[in-house]
């Protein structure tokens, strides 16, 4: 009948995963790591972001208390989250 049917042999939960052609290769550990100064830079963002909004609302920037320093701490506090998530 057909030639290409498997005998049990050939499948089932002892044969090895390469032989059923069901294997992955895994990648290797240390070949997808952040650089070093990567978690720095989301820390720096994080702190200047709120360091920003914070300075604010104190009135201690130049100009009076403006929306757009509030634009500028929140644009860099979501830069840091967003790198966080790129973190490995």
């Known amino acids: 009948m057909a030639k290409n049917r498997r005998t049990s ?3 089932g939960r002892y044969v090895a995963a390469e032989q059923r ?3 992955t290769a895994k990648r290797p550990q240390d070949s997808s790591k ?4 990567f978690g720095a830079l989301i820390l720096e963002l994080l702190g200047f972001g709120l360091l920003v909004i ?3 609302y104190l009135n201690v920037l130049p100009g009076a208390v403006s929306p757009w320093y509030l634009v500028l ?3 860099a506090m ?3 989250f967003f790198l966080a998530t ?3």
């Open 73 to 75: 701490g929140l644009a």
């Open 21 to 23: 052609g069901r294997y």
């Open 86 to 88: 790129r973190y490995k």
């Open 34 to 37: 952040s650089p070093r100064w």
């Open 78 to 80: 979501f830069a840091a």
């Open 9 to 11: 042999k050939e499948m």
């Open 54 to 56: 914070i300075l604010n």
